[in-house]
């Protein structure tokens, strides 16, 4: 049953204004925005039945969505909406044929669930997601990001990525997931380290393909994805919490290094600007998607 909130997180940045308050010793930050969009009064447009490029382009990853919208429905408590700038939460592009939207939550174990979907067509159809643990728990990230663009390049990245590189750290939270990556051999392909380096916030467990027809999506990567994502949910069932204010700290500073790496590495902003603008690509990156980075000023090079 979904419960409606005020925005309300765990924040290590003073850069946005509004209201700070503290929460478990950690300083927090409730947000000011002009116009809040509540995801759940959205959900029931889901799914997409068809592209906004015409009827007969499927909508590849639409399954995934609902997925994992069912095993959040079903595993979480006080799943709760993560209100958001409603011009964050769906744009359409005015250059091609495209739109982009986002839905955002918190529960009582995530303090940030956000999933994304781009649908420009054959072109471009990507899901993103990433599931940010309560700093309570030092547990690792939830990182999904399949793309494809075109009918022959389906790319696919599924991984509990890792805040830590101790071997301690690894061995507990990402070496379980060996037995399922075993299973699906078409997920064992090496990332590039064109944009990321795999040895910060990426495990030995993350599952990576590369596709040149849609036939393996559902067949191998979905089964895979739902077993990751109940390992996932799963895994904190018996998780140990801190109440430590030192350690919440630690684990939101983490967190936080994860958020400022990724807006200056992900690729995907390039994409975003090609679709719906730059000055809206630098917003949505730095104020949604890795809401817990800093916004370039002006004179830096996006």
């Not at 995801?39 to 889901?46: N, P």
Request: net charge negative.
């Amino acid at each position: 049953m979904f419960a409606f909130s005020a925005l309300t997180g765990y924040g290590v940045s003073g850069r946005r204004s509004g209201l700070r308050i503290r929460n478990a010793g950690v300083s927090m930050c409730v947000a000011t925005p002009k116009s809040l969009e509540l995801s759940s009064e959205r959900l029931a447009k889901l799914p997409w039945e068809k592209s906004i490029a015409g009827d007969d382009v499927e909508m590849l990853f639409m399954p995934f969505i609902e997925l994992q919208n069912k095993v959040m429905f079903d595993t979480q408590k006080n799943l709760k909406d993560l209100p958001f700038e409603s011009e964050l939460s769906f744009q359409s592009s005015s250059k091609k044929k495209a739109r982009i939207e986002s839905w955002n939550f918190q529960t009582d174990t995530f303090r940030k669930i956000r999933l994304t979907y781009i649908d420009a067509g054959i072109p471009a159809q990507v899901f993103n997601s990433v599931w940010y643990p309560d700093p309570k728990y030092d547990l690792p990230l939830l990182g999904v990001d399949f793309l494809s663009f075109g009918k022959k390049k389906i790319l696919c990245v599924l991984d509990f990525q890792p805040l830590k590189q101790e071997k301690c750290y690894l061995e507990k939270y990402c070496e379980i997931l060996d037995p399922i990556k075993s299973k699906y051999p078409s997920l064992a392909g090496q990332m590039t380290a064109r944009f990321y380096d795999e040895n910060q916030f990426f495990s030995k467990q993350l599952a990576f393909g590369r596709f040149d027809n849609p036939q393996p999506v559902m067949e191998e990567l979905f089964p895979a994805f739902q077993e990751y994502l109940n390992m996932y949910v799963n895994m904190f069932k018996d998780a140990p919490m801190t109440e430590d204010p030192k350690e919440i700290a630690a684990n939101l500073e983490l967190q936080k290094e994860y958020d400022i790496y990724s807006a200056e590495r992900d690729p995907a902003v390039g994409l975003f600007s090609t679709y719906f603008g730059g000055e809206w690509a630098v917003k949505f990156t730095h104020d949604f998607l890795f809401e817990l980075s800093e916004t370039p000023s002006p004179s830096e090079d996006l």
